[in-house]
């Protein structure tokens, strides 16, 4: 149980070498359980695929929420102004907060869009430490989402 635990606490905290991890115990058991090193190769590969796309898929799910959040506070802004945005998820790991400017905007006829720049706060007081991206919103029927073909590659890392 607590192998599963740290398993999990590892996934959520966006860890690339959590399938490795998985891979390898998951491997050594099922070759020690079979005696045959190939079966143990086999299923060490696997699980390190399976895992993978466990943890991108989440952390991709994540990012999407955080850039939900950043494009509704930014949509209900007038250009120029700023605001603070910040998303809680229910599993308490990697909240985020940070402020927005509105910078300009984009109208066109084919679609009303933003551009926004957002930092990403860490820490507080003394030790804050602030890191500035940009974006591009536009508004769709179910609101302002995010416009971005590859918003800030630094931000999310491997996700992209």
């Not at 999990?8 to 070759?31: E, Y």
């Amino acid at each position: 149980m607590r192998i599963l635990l740290l398993a999990a606490a590892v996934s959520l905290a966006g860890c690339n070498a959590t399938g490795k991890i998985a891979a390898v115990v998951a491997g050594g058991a099922a070759g020690g359980a079979t005696g045959n090193p190939a079966v143990g190769f086999l299923v060490g590969v696997a699980v390190d695929a399976g895992a993978n796309y466990v943890v991108r898929y989440y952390g991709r799910l994540r990012q999407g929420a955080e850039q939900d959040a950043i494009a509704q506070v930014a949509g209900e802004l007038p250009v120029g102004t700023k605001a603070a945005w910040k998303i809680e998820y229910d599993i308490p790991i990697g909240d985020e907060h940070g402020g927005l400017r509105v910078v300009r905007a984009i109208d066109t006829k084919l679609a009303a869009c933003r551009e926004v720049a957002f930092s990403v706060d860490e820490g507080g007081g003394g030790k804050l430490q602030r890191a500035w991206f940009t974006a591009d919103i536009c508004k769709q029927a179910t609101g302002w989402k995010w416009a971005s073909a590859e918003p800030a590659v630094e931000r999310w890392g491997f996700l992209q």
